[in-house]
């Protein structure tokens, strides 16, 4: 059995041939957009360049916003639908980046009992792909196991145990195919949507990240401010099981302790995680406000070098 190399010439026209199906791709989106939005600028011609357009990016967050937007027949919600769905992974970023306005508004209307079929769209393609992807296999981090010896402790025990199963945490459980969302599932949807937008961050543009620290501080709080005006509205506070919240502190801890430069940012998701705590000790919900107040100590480590200490360093102040 032979294998191309990747330098051969058949390789270099595979590659050439994927890119410009991809470049096809962006240009077809792009032209479907263009029927939608009032204007896309000449220099939106690719897919990178549609994901940081911040006048495209503007335009389609107004119309998500509409009162009117996520009906089973709105041509967003199925140009995201169909964009989503895309061979060229740049294009799914490209609605990945409104995730968080898809779902904060999403969540904020369900108690108006109308169609969001649209909506819905989206965010069970995204769980969809997720469940394809994870295959049947939960997401799970190896955890520091405490009853084994290491080099900087040793186990007042000697009890003989599983390492696997005392070192296994499981941040994201198994995921079910669901073709439908109902109120039992919703916040598992979303959540798997949220992870899906955490698992991409990195290359989110910091407006997104915006958007996201806002809805997070609505779901809290209720209150949304009104844009261009001084007045805000009072809504219904939504449930926030751990679903919901386990994602949005990974997202948020990203936007406070990541390498990011933007203050504003930094700002909207101290606010938001404040509010999220507040709303944890007001639902009296253990879970929550321990990571809640988790996640407020390692941002108040982060402004303050003395709290921000490793300990496993040996202080050269006290060598020989």
Request: glycine share 4%; with cysteine.
């Amino acid at each position: 059995m032979s294998s191309s190399n990747p330098g051969s010439p058949s390789a270099t026209a595979t590659s050439s041939s994927s890119a410009s199906s991809f470049s096809s791709k962006a240009h077809s989106c792009i032209q479907a957009l263009s029927s939608i939005l009032s204007t896309v600028p000449s220099s939106v011609s690719s897919s990178s360049s549609l994901l940081h357009d911040p006048t495209v990016s503007s335009q389609i967050s107004t119309l998500l916003r509409d009162p009117d937007s996520g009906s089973g027949d709105n041509n967003l919600c199925r140009w995201l639908y169909d964009t989503f769905h895309s061979p060229d992974p740049e294009l799914k970023l490209v609605v990945l980046r409104f995730v968080p306005i898809v779902a904060g508004i999403y969540l904020s209307r369900i108690a108006l009992r109308k169609s969001l079929a649209g909506f819905e769209a989206i965010l069970l393609a995204l769980y969809a792909h997720e469940t394809t992807a994870r295959d049947g296999q939960p997401i799970s981090v190896n955890v520091p196991d405490l009853t084994q010896p290491s080099i900087y402790h040793e186990a007042k025990s000697s009890v003989k145990t599983q390492a696997t199963e005392l070192n296994l945490a499981v941040i994201s459980p198994t995921l079910e195919p669901h073709g439908t969302v109902r109120s039992s599932r919703r916040a598992r949807i979303v959540g798997v949507a949220l992870e899906l937008y955490y698992s991409k961050i990195s290359q989110m543009p910091v407006s997104s990240k915006l958007e996201f620290c806002e809805f997070c501080d609505i779901w809290a709080t209720g209150i949304q401010n009104k844009p261009s005006s001084s007045s805000s509205s009072k809504q219904k506070t939504i449930l926030l099981p751990w679903e919901l919240l386990q994602p949005s502190l990974r997202i948020l801890g990203h936007c406070l302790l990541g390498a990011h430069k933007s203050k504003k940012l930094y700002e909207a998701a101290s606010m938001a995680t404040k509010s999220l705590y507040e709303r944890s000790l007001h639902d009296i919900d253990a879970k929550a406000i321990l990571a809640t107040s988790s996640l407020l100590r390692l941002e108040k480590m982060a402004l303050d070098p003395k709290l921000n200490v490793d300990h496993t360093e040996i202080d050269m102040s006290l060598a020989l």
